[in-house]
């Protein structure tokens, strides 16, 4: 880990950002019995110190420990099933709390906690709650995991500040939440397109179509051709359609060797020309500025739209969730998914890259040896070991999940009758303890659906469209990136909707830049050659 960092700026604050899930894991770590070895090993008096030793150790006070719960969990559930296992599993008294910005500034700080991006760890990081991880104490307490992890070295210098790491990073190989097309193949039938679209031209006939030609058969000028989520509170919506351009707001993107801020590339230009031409010809929901992922989710159900971007794992399989939800609410209709349309720049769609979050620990454990000792033993295991993993992501075998395969030992699991929803598994602390996406790739392979691997494989545009800088935090973030984001939300949608000119799209550019843009221009390029160019 070569950095040289400068300190991040005060200013930096922190937001909780919602990710993709997979549970940790962890091995329980060496607990095994120290009798004495040598030419005493078999007197009584070795027997007699051995035995004392181990009743001592039985009766060893619990370490007391404050767990920050899952940052997705609604609220803490107090003394749950899994909580108990982990408590008689570790020797452990575990206090779980829920982790709020407010909660920090309190002063209330857990002990152990995760967070789901690097600014929020340079947030916490500059108001001095953090403590800083020994790389090497990394490999040395969970050397499974540290093997996978070093595979993506440079998600350490994400969370490395001044040469010290802050956090644990977490990685992702196969992102079932990467982004893809889900059509209405029905509404496709209907308007003559005999395969779901491929390339940007594709894609803009299937759209006007929709449009234009009563693919509901109602009679009535009522259908679009899609909607976008200008709401985002990272980026601009239409990802997909920016993506055939070869950007991405927001993201900095490498070109000839130096990073550029997809905001104000050239390419996006072209792309807004594009959506603000399908905007005035009707085939854009006019309520895009206002739409989210779960409205127009309800637009595809109900006949207003004929294609969205989703999840793989949302719209790939016949199981997937987007899809069961279609079918029971809309019998009669039918949905295919489909890659990112080929346009000019390429194909692609917002991708998070292999940066999935992080698992930090408070800064007042460092003088509190025994409990971090025990925290590295918690994590191992919440890591490597399959027991560990299982209960804290899963729950018990038979009884909140199994195998999809009847009588498999691998593969893809199932949440039986009674814990299908979340808020069930959260009541019995399922998710509640587990650390996101520590697992080792070991485990991943074995309890990983081999279909939804597939698709993912298939459908994935992964990694034509992710941060050069893999979302690290520049030191002027916080003075400036927010401000950034909604002046181009602002801008875009006034653009698309043809409240403004296209040519006004310079205007925006020169007023990025003025605004704090150029610095992070500045700061993004000198953390590239000091820390990810290779």
């Known amino acids: 880990m070569q950095t040289k960092l400068k300190k991040l700026g005060n200013a930096i604050m922190p937001v909780i950002v919602v990710a993709g899930l997979l549970a940790g894991c962890g091995n329980g770590g060496d607990n095994g019995n120290n009798a004495n070895n040598g030419k005493n090993a078999a007197s009584p008096e070795a027997s007699k110190s051995a035995n004392t030793a181990n009743t001592e150790k039985a009766a060893a006070k619990p370490v007391e420990i404050t767990w920050g719960i899952h940052f997705q969990a609604q609220g803490v559930v107090e003394d749950s099933a899994v909580q108990k296992w982990l408590e008689e599993k570790f020797n452990v008294k575990i206090k779980p709390v829920k982790v709020t910005d407010a909660s920090i500034a309190s002063g209330e700080i857990p002990d152990i906690f995760m967070l789901g991006d690097p600014s929020n760890v340079s947030a916490y990081m500059n108001q001095g709650v953090l403590m800083d991880i020994d790389p090497n104490m990394l490999k040395e307490k969970m050397p499974e995991y540290s093997k996978d992890i070093e595979k993506n070295n440079a998600l350490f210098q994400t969370v490395t500040v001044d040469d010290k790491l802050w956090a644990i990073p977490m990685f992702i190989d196969l992102k079932p939440y990467d982004l893809a097309m889900l059509w209405r193949k029905d509404w496709l ?101 206002t739409d989210t992922q779960d409205s127009y989710r309800k637009k595809l159900y109900n006949n207003r739209i004929g294609v969205i971007e989703e999840q793989i794992a949302k719209g790939a399989l016949p199981t997937s969730g987007t899809v069961t939800e279609m079918k029971s609410l809309n019998p009669n209709s039918e949905l295919v998914f489909a890659k990112n349309p080929k346009g000019p720049g390429g194909d692609g769609s917002w991708d998070w890259g292999v940066k999935s979050n992080f698992v930090v620990i408070s800064n007042k454990v460092k003088d509190q040896p025994e409990k971090l000792e025990k925290l590295f033993e918690i994590l191992r295991a919440e890591s490597s070991d399959e027991e560990t993993i299982n209960m804290t992501s899963l729950g018990v075998k038979g009884t909140h999940w199994d195998f999809v395969e009847s009588g498999a030992t691998s593969g893809a699991t199932t949440f039986l009758t009674g814990f299908e929803k979340q808020e069930a598994r959260d009541q019995i602390g399922v998710r509640l303890f587990s650390f996101g996406n520590i697992t080792t790739q070991a485990y991943r392979e074995k309890y990983s659906n081999p279909d939804l691997n597939e698709a993912i494989k298939t459908y994935s545009s992964a990694p034509n469209m992710t941060d050069a800088l893999l979302f690290s935090a520049l030191p002027s973030d916080g003075k400036y990136k927010n401000d950034l984001t909604s002046l181009m939300q602002k801008y875009f949608a006034q653009i698309i909707s043809g409240e403004i000119p296209l040519d006004d799209f310079d205007k925006f550019v020169t007023e990025w830049k003025s605004r704090g843009g150029d610095e992070l221009t500045k700061e993004a390029n000198e953390m590239y050659q000091a820390q990810f160019k290779k």
């Open 189 to 289: 039938d209907k308007v003559g397109i005999t395969k779901a679209p491929e390339t940007l031209d594709e894609f803009e006939k299937a759209v006007y179509a929709f449009a234009e030609k009563d693919p509901d058969g109602n009679g009535k000028k009522d259908t679009y051709g899609l909607t976008g989520t200008a709401t985002s509170t990272w980026s601009s919506g239409f990802y997909s359609i920016f993506g055939a351009f070869g950007v991405e707001p927001t993201m900095w993107h490498e070109k000839n060797g130096e990073l550029m801020n997809g905001s104000v590339m050239p390419e996006t230009k072209e792309a807004l020309a594009k959506l603000r031409q399908w905007y005035a010809d009707g085939v854009i929901d006019p309520e895009f500025i």
